[in-house]
Antibody
Framework: EVQLVDSGGGLVQPGGSLRLSCAAS????????MTWVRQAPGKGLEWVSS????????YYADSVKGRFTISRDNSKNMLYVQMNGLRVEDTAIYYC??????????????WGQGTQVTVSS | DIQMTQSPSFVSASIGDRVMITCRAS??????LAWYQQKPGKAPKFLIY???SLQSGVPARFSGSGSGTDFTLTITSLQPEDFATYYC?????????FGGGTKVEIK
C-alpha cells in the first residue's frame, strides 16, 4: 500500500526557516517524480516544487524560487523541502504528492496528509 | 504560465442530479489534464488523468472529457459522498497549475 507521511511543519517567524519531510513507502520511490503542493487557509491548491525520480531535475514556482530547495534521499525513501526566508504568505498546509507515472503528465495519484506551516510574528 | 479557469466556482445540487464542471486552459494542453476531489480537512483525491481516464477505484459516475483548452468533469447521479471541492490541474508543463476549484454543495 502506498503511503506518504508529511512532517516538519510548525510556527515560525517571518524570515525563519523550516524543513518539511515526506516519508514514502509502498512503491519504488526512485522511479517516480515527487512534488510539494500547498493550500493557504480557505484557498485553492498551489503547486510549489517538483523533483524527478533521480533528483537530477528540480522545478520551482516563481513565488518560492531562491528561497525553497527540494531534495530527496532515495536510499531512505524521503522527500524534503528546505524553506528559508519564510514570509507570511507562505502560511499553508503543505502536501507531498507522488506522480502517477514516470513523467509529470498524468497528475498526482497519492498525497500525504499535509503538514501545517504558519509564518507569523 | 498556463492559467486554468474553472466554472462555476460554486454549484448547489441535489442527490441524484447530474453535475458538470468545466475547466478552460489559457493555451492548448492536449489531454494532459487531471481532476481531483477534496473534502474539508483532507488531502486531495486523484480522480481522472489524461482528461478522461478514470483512476482505479473511482466510481463510474465520474467521467472526464475534452482536449486542447476545454475540459469537463461530469458527475452523474450525485451521491452524498460527492459533496466536495473539485480541482483541475494542467500537467503539460511547468509551472504546473490548478484551477481555482468548484465547490459542490447540497441544495
Amino acid at each position: 500500500e502506498v503511503q506518504l507521511v508529511d512532517s516538519g511543519g510548525g510556527l515560525v517567524q517571518p524570515g525563519g526557516s523550516l524543513r518539511l519531510s515526506c516519508a514514502a513507502s509502498g512503491f519504488t520511490f526512485s522511479n517516480f517524480g515527487m512534488t510539494w503542493v500547498r493550500q493557504a487557509p480557505g484557498k485553492g491548491l498551489e503547486w510549489v516544487s517538483s523533483i524527478s525520480g533521480s533528483g537530477g531535475s528540480t522545478y520551482y514556482a516563481d513565488s518560492v524560487k531562491g528561497r525553497f530547495t527540494i531534495s530527496r534521499d532515495n536510499s531512505k525513501n524521503m522527500l524534503y523541502v528546505q524553506m528559508n526566508g519564510l514570509r507570511v504568505e507562505d502560511t499553508a498546509i503543505y502536501y507531498c504528492a507522488k506522480s502517477y507515472s514516470g513523467t509529470w503528465t498524468r497528475g498526482f495519484d497519492y498525497w500525504g496528509q499535509g503538514t501545517q506551516v504558519t509564518v507569523s510574528s | 504560465d498556463i492559467q486554468m479557469t474553472q466554472s462555476p466556482s460554486f454549484v448547489s445540487a441535489s442527490i441524484g442530479d447530474r453535475v458538470m464542471i468545466t475547466c478552460r486552459a489559457s493555451q492548448g494542453i492536449s489531454n494532459w489534464l487531471a481532476w481531483y476531489q477534496q473534502k474539508p480537512g483532507k488531502a486531495p483525491k486523484f480522480l481522472i488523468y489524461g482528461a478522461s481516464s478514470l483512476q482505479s477505484g473511482v466510481p463510474a459516475r465520474f467521467s472526464g472529457s475534452g482536449s486542447g483548452t476545454d475540459f469537463t468533469l461530469t458527475i452523474t447521479s450525485l451521491q452524498p459522498e460527492d459533496f466536495a471541492t473539485y480541482y483541475c490541474q494542467q500537467a503539460t508543463r511547468f509551472p504546473l497549475t490548478f484551477g481555482g476549484g468548484t465547490k459542490v454543495e447540497i441544495k
